[in-house]
């Protein structure tokens, strides 16, 4: 069974990068044809997908978010992280990892709160 | 990129099938037959109930079924139940991206 966690700081300066992280168990990060994302839900708000990292190392990302967004994979940790500069209170969230298969995302994270405050 | 539309709530009574539809357009919804289907209770992460337009996973009731038309997609939920009350969101693949719908809250009367 595919476990994610997500880690990270919950409090983020604006202006600042947001750095989080994504521990995999049950399964290896770089194995199949799979995908890996990243998704946020402001407070009260609905869904927003991030970017998403293909097994191979290849990335996408939300035309949104592009230009201050970093997806990035430590295969040797199985793990992967999300970097999201300048940020400011409208990035605050909560992110949450995920394994895709079909382009669903069948395996999520529990999710984790990133307020932006000064 | 612009979220897929989908009603902002809809209400049923026990027993009763009600349908969730996700608008998109000729470049996601339409294009592809990568529609899923999440399920959202509050304060819990999203939970996969419908893949590819139609494919449920083994672990999720039958009373759960997906279908598309055009740039539509749409998730029915029959013999509605009060742990049905929850938030659902559709979402797309398009392109190298995926899009979410702006999510739906369903009550149980």
């Known amino acids: 069974q595919l476990q994610l966690q997500e880690s990270g700081p919950g409090l983020v300066r604006p202006s600042e990068t947001l750095s989080l992280t994504c521990s995999v168990s049950?399964?290896?990060?770089?194995?199949?044809?799979?995908?890996w994302g990243w998704i946020r839900q402001p407070p009260g708000k609905g869904l927003e997908w991030i970017g998403s990292l293909y097994y191979s190392g290849s990335t996408y990302y939300n035309p949104a978010l592009k230009s201050r967004v970093t997806i990035s994979v430590d295969t040797s940790k199985n793990q992967f992280s999300l970097k999201l500069t300048s940020v400011t209170a409208a990035d605050t969230a909560i992110y949450y990892c995920a394994h895709t298969l079909a382009a669903a995302f069948d395996y999520w994270g529990q999710g984790t709160l990133v307020t932006v405050s000064s | 990129q612009s979220a897929l539309t989908q009603p902002a709530s809809l209400s049923g009574s026990p027993g009763q099938s009600i349908t969730i539809s996700c608008t998109g357009t000729s470049s996601d919804v339409e294009r592809y037959d990568l529609v899923s289907w999440y399920q959202q209770h509050p304060g819990k992460a999203p939970k996969l109930l419908i893949s590819?337009?139609?494919k449920r996973p083994s672990e999720i009731s039958s009373r759960f079924s997906g279908s598309k038309s055009g740039n539509t997609a749409s998730l029915t939920i029959s013999g509605l139940r009060s742990e049905d009350e929850a938030d659902y969101y559709c979402?797309?693949?398009?392109?190298?991206?995926?899009?979410f719908g702006t999510g739906t809250k369903v009550t149980v009367l």
């Open positions: 590819e337009v139609t």
């Open positions: 049950g399964g290896s990060i770089s194995s199949g044809n799979y995908y």
């Open positions: 979402s797309s693949y398009a392109n190298r991206r995926w899009v």
